[in-house]
């Protein structure tokens, strides 16, 4: 139920494309309407116009500072482009609070935004903390420039402030804790999917092809587990830029048979490729969430993941199988021992559901966030 208040939030982001932090830009956007906010996203450079749409169909004014989506080249301009863009979209929205995707430009942002007078800035860290070199930047910014530094994962909030992390505690709030993990979130289906495996099956990826995400690493699994289960599909939902080297890779291997390649799917569709797929892998090098497996446990299916990060707090033994994905050996062997167990993999697909309903699902979410925004707003 909405609350009758018309408080201005302005969602700065430097792209939006059908990437896991946009996506959870729009539970932002959907949890801010539920809580009676008017949300206001503002897009620096590039756009996909299905995340357009998508950010209007759940009742944002969508602002395109680069109408052909294209980043400025140089420091300076990148500065003088976002000064003005900031600078009129402050002038237009009149925004009651500005939260800051932290993304590349992520301080940049921050710093323009306190220059040119906003009250109130959050941020949100969507990245595992440990990949920065220059930590002390975030301190900083969430001692003496926001009012409040969320991270996606307490271990990215360990790294970032190496301190002891917490979960989002108003009381600690009040009392002038500045920063926090907030998990994101997934829809919950109304019931787990069914698919009936008979002689094959198909191992599903849906990420961005990019280097952290260590698809390259699935790849070098695959002829093992193709040496185990010849028929088996490896059906891959996504696009970037390795796309080029990881189907050199799967040629090189010989098991570019073996793969369908689906690249990027609208979310829309995506209950369908999930209802195709009896497990989901995820081979990330970091990950400062891990989306698609809250995504995939939430339908049921089991999730075989790396040990990094974001994922080790989103799943646990009893929801999936977290292992060493740098050793193409040991991680198409956990691969291999799920598919083979039926019964394992019927109790992590309960288990996996489970556990998203308890922790990662959106009326939590929103909950959160409704209080965060309650919270700093009784400060102005």
Known sequence: MRNQHSNKVLIAIPCLMLGGTEYQTLNLVHALRDSGYFPVVLCYFEYDPRMVNYMKSEGAEVVLMSPDGKRPKGPWSTFI????????????????????????????????????????????????????????????????VCDLFLCVSQSSEQAFFEINPSLYNPQLHKQGRKHFTVYNCTDIPEKLLQKETIDSFTIGVVSRLSYEKGIDRLLFSMPKILSVFPKLTLLIIGDGSERETLVNISQELHIAHAITWAGLQPKEVLQDHYLQMDIVVIPSRFEGFGLTAIEAMSYGIPVVASKVDGLMEVIDNNSGILTDASDPVIFANAIIELLKNPVLRDQMSENGHNKVKATFAYNIYQKTIADIYGNILKRI
């Open 81 to 144: 482009t976002l000064w003005k863009g900031f600078k009129n979209a402050l002038h237009t929205s009149k925004p009651d609070i500005i939260h800051v995707q932290y993304m590349a430009p992520g301080s940049l942002a921050i710093i323009i935004f306190k220059l040119l007078g906003a009250r109130r800035i959050i941020a949100t860290a969507h990245v595992p903390g440990h990949i920065y070199t220059r930590k002390w930047v975030p301190r900083l910014l969430s001692r003496y």
